[in-house]
C-alpha cells in the first residue's frame, strides 16, 4: 500500500484550515453520496457532474470481469500476436502508455505499444519496426467519433485490408454504448467490442476497460492491479479520519496551495515510473484548468537548486521504495528553503494502480476547493472545431491558411497570431525571441507545444529546453506532443489563469500517408491541428509564438538552445 510524509512548511496552517472546512463540509461523504452539489448549483453542470462518477466504483466492477479478461488475452496469446498497438487519445490512451513503459514487455505476452500522434513520421517508423500482421489494433474512444483515433483505424484497416483477406480478426473496439464506433467494428468485423461504462470520463478511466483491457493482453496481473486499487478506495472511504485519506488529503492541499498562488504541481517521479507524470498531467490539468483557474502539472523538469524557484511551486516526489539519494537531498534542500514537499511511496509497480485512485479522488477534493466542476473540459472543444475549420479550409482551398512570418532565417520561421498582444516587430529570429521571452513574468509558465516525431533523441533535448527556459527565467516550464497536449494541458492553456506563454514548434515531415475516405493527408491533419490550436491560443489573447521548421528537427532544436541560451540574460 502507498505511503505518503508531508513536509508542508508554508502553508501548513492554511492546509490545516481547509481540511477541517473539508470535514465541515463532509466532502468526502458527499463524493461517494455523488452529491453533484459538492461542486456546482447549476442543474446543467450537477447532472454532467452526477453522470461522471462511475470511476468511484468501477475497480469494484472490473474485478468481476479480471477473470473474463485473463481468458480473452490467453485467446490473443494462442493467435500469435507479437504486438497490442492502443491507437487513442488522452484518456483512452495515456494509462496504457503508462503500464506498458513501467511494467514493460511480460515473456510470452504481445509488446503493448501506445499509438497516440498523427506525425506521419511516427506511424511511418511503427509500419517499418513492427510485424503488422501480427499487430492487434485495439481503437480506444469513448465518444467513438474522436478524430485521432478514426484515422488510425481507417489508416491500418486500409493498410492490413492490402496484406490479409480478414483484416478485422486484427481489431477489437473499447467505446461507450452508443457510439458510432460500435457500427464500425460490426461491419468491419472486429473480434470484439468491450462497452465501458459511460458514467466515466475519459481522465477518469484508467481502472476501467481502457486500461485493464490492455493491461490484461501484455500480461500484467489484472486481479492483482485491481485489487491494489479497490484497497487504495477504501483508504478513501467516508469511514476514515481526514489525517488517513491520503486522496482528501492530497487534493485539499493541491487546491490550496493553488489558491495561495503555488499552482505550479511540480511532478519528481521515479524514473522507473516517469510516464505516469503524463497521467497526472492530463488528469489535473484537464480537470482543474478553467473558469480562469488551474493547476499545471510540471512532468520531466529536471531537478534544480532552490535558486531557480519562484515561490510558486509544490513537489510531490512518487517512488518505488524511498526516492533515491540525490532526489531525496534536493527535495530536503527545497523544503529547507520554504517549499512545500510530498513523499509519495509505492511498494512495487502494481501500487501504480492505488496511484491512479488516489489521484483521481484528489483531483475531485482539489475541484471542490478551487469551487470548479473537475469532469468537464469546456474549452478542448475550442481547438477540436478549430482544426475542423481549418481542414474545411483545406478542402475548399486545396491548401491550408498561412501564418505571417515575423522573422525567418535558414532554418526557423517565425510567427505571432493576428490578434497577438505581443509587441515584436519584423526583425531577426534572434531579436523575435528576445521580444517574445521579454513578456514572461513573475508567476508566469512557459509551455513548449511541439509537433515533431517524438523519439530518444528530441525527448532529451526537450528537457534540455525545458531545463534551460527554467533556469533562464525562473519560470516553470512544461513539454508536450501534439497532438496529445490538446487533451490534456490544451483545456488549462486555454481555460485556465493567463500565466502561459507559449512556444508552438512545427516540424516538417519526412513521411506521409493519405486517409482513406478523407481528401487529406496525414501531415495535413498535423498542421491543421497545431494551426488550428495556435489561432485557439490567439484568439484567447495568449501569448503565443510559432516557430515552422524543416524535417531536421534535432538540428532545429539543437540550434534554438544556443539562441535561447544567447538571448535569454533577463533572469
Known sequence: MNSMKLQLGPVTDSVGRALVEAHREDVVTRIWRKDASLWKEEPKAQENIRASLGWLTVADEMLGVADLLTEFSDLIRQRGFHYVMVCGMGGSSLCPEVLGRSFGKTTGYPELVVLDSTDPDVIADLARRLDVERCLFIIASKSGSTIEPTVFYKFWY?????????PGENFLAITDPGSPLIETATQSEFQRVFLNQADIGGRFSALSYFGMVPAALAGIDVTKFLTCARDASETCAPSTTSDTNPGLQLGVILGECARVGRDKLTLVIDDRIASLGLWIEQLVAESTGKEGKGILPVAGEPLGDAS?????????????????????????????AGHPVIYRTLADVYDLASEFFVWE???????????????????????????????????????LPQHKPIARDELF??????????????????????????????GDYIAVLSYVEETAETENLMRQLQKLLRDKTHCATTTGYGPRYLHSTGQLHKGGPDKGVFLQIVAGDKSDFPIPGEDYSLSILKQAQAIGDFQALSRRGRRALGIETGTNVVEAIKRLLELLDVELTFA
Open 158 to 166: 486500409e493498410f492490413l485490408k492490402k496484406r490479409k483477406t480478414k
Open 308 to 336: 531557480v524557484y519562484q515561490n510558486d511551486r509544490l513537489f510531490v516526489s512518487i517512488s518505488i521504495g524511498d526516492p533515491a539519494h540525490d532526489v531525496a537531498q534536493r527535495l530536503d534542500s527545497l523544503s529547507a
Open 361 to 399: 479522488f484528489a483531483t475531485a477534493c482539489a475541484g471542490w476547493r478551487l469551487g470548479i466542476n473537475p469532469f468537464d473540459q469546456p474549452d478542448v472543444q475550442v481547438a477540436k472545431q478549430a482544426t475542423n475549420d481549418v481542414l474545411k479550409i483545406f478542402r475548399a482551398e486545396k491548401r
Open 413 to 442: 520561421t517565425i510567427f505571432v497570431g493576428e490578434s497577438s498582444r505581443l509587441n515584436i516587430r519584423d526583425d531577426s529570429v534572434e531579436a523575435a525571441l528576445r521580444s517574445y521571452f521579454a513578456s514572461v513574468k513573475l
